[in-house]
Structure formats: C-alpha cells, structure tokens
C-alpha cells in the first residue's frame, strides 16, 4: 500500500538519490524540502514532489517515481496531493520547467507558456538559473477550484478528516 505523506529531514537522502536516478537535478532541492511530499510503502520512499513557494506562486519540481513503481498511480496521487496543498499554501500559479513530461502536465490542466513571461521571485530559483537546460518547457496552472479534479471535489464537499488532514500538510 503507498501512503502519501510531507517530507521529513531524514528523507532528503532517499529523495536525492530517486532525482539522481531520474537524471533529475537535485540543486535546491535541500533548501526548499519543507515544501515536499513523498510517496512510500513498506520498502521506503518510492516517489517525491516538490514546490518552491515563492508567495502565492510556486515552482513545482522533482516529481519523480522509482522506476520500479511506475505506472502504478503513484505519480498521479503524488500530483494530487501537491496541488491540494499548494491551495492549503495560498498558491494561486504553479510554474514547472520540464524535459520530459510536458504532456503528462498538459494532460493535468498545465499550458506551455514562454518562459520569459516568468517574473518575480520564481526567477530566482536554481532551476531558472541554471539547473534545467535552456530548452526545457516552462509551464503554468492557475489554481481555482473549477480545476480541482472531481475525486478531489468531493472529498472537500465531504469535508472528510483525511483531506483536511493531509491539506494542512500534517504528516
């Protein structure tokens, strides 16, 4: 069973370790772990997102599944749950840069758009500056709850325990 749940300091190794596998960078990632969910089950963590909050917009980065557990549904639970506490965190525009899955964010709401309409503190962050190639798709989702996927909708209508739990980011 994987449960989804915020990162812990002790984490940080096992999440490095799944981005280097990945070939994804692991700059920054240290200085904004407080804003990551991991996925794991009895063996460890097999899964991690990340935000860089920057007000109420973010950067979401790292997203990432052991190869061994893709295409199991854990990076959709992942996303799920990042962008349910992106909300509990005020943000109102996710940015992310990427590689390799512009279709799978565009698939979740996300639109390419030119990176150099990103202003702001978001700029500052490694992976505007340097750590993802030149050539990475820079995309954005503006956060209102007409996005929120249904499963999701109706778990806030419930106003189940779990959701308002894990939205305030306890773990």
């Not at 370790?17 to 794991?40: C, M, N, Q, Y």
């Not at 390799?100 to 758009?113: C, D, N, P, S, V």
Request: proline share 2%.
């Amino acid at each position: 069973m994987i449960g989804i749940r915020k990162s812990r300091e002790a984490d940080y190794e096992a999440v490095a370790e799944l981005l280097r596998d990945a070939s994804l960078p692991t700059a920054g990632v240290a200085e904004h772990f407080k804003h990551f969910l991991v996925a794991e089950n009895a063996e460890g963590i097999v899964g991690a997102i990340g935000l860089e909050v920057y007000g109420d917009v973010a950067l979401l980065r790292s997203a990432v599944v052991k190869f061994s557990e893709q295409n199991k549904g854990i990076g959709s639970m992942l996303y799920d749950a990042v962008i349910e506490n992106s909300r509990a965190l005020g943000v109102q525009r996710l940015i992310l840069l990427t590689n390799t899955a512009e279709q799978y964010f565009a698939r979740r709401g996300f639109r390419k758009i030119d990176e150099k309409s990103v202003t702001g503190p978001v700029r500052t962050s490694v992976e505007f500056t340097g750590a993802c190639p030149s050539h990475a798709a820079c995309m954005e989702l503006t956060l209102n709850s007409e996005r929120l996927p249904a499963s999701m909708k109706l778990r806030r209508q419930a106003g189940s325990e779990e959701s308002n739990h894990r939205g305030r980011g306890a773990s």
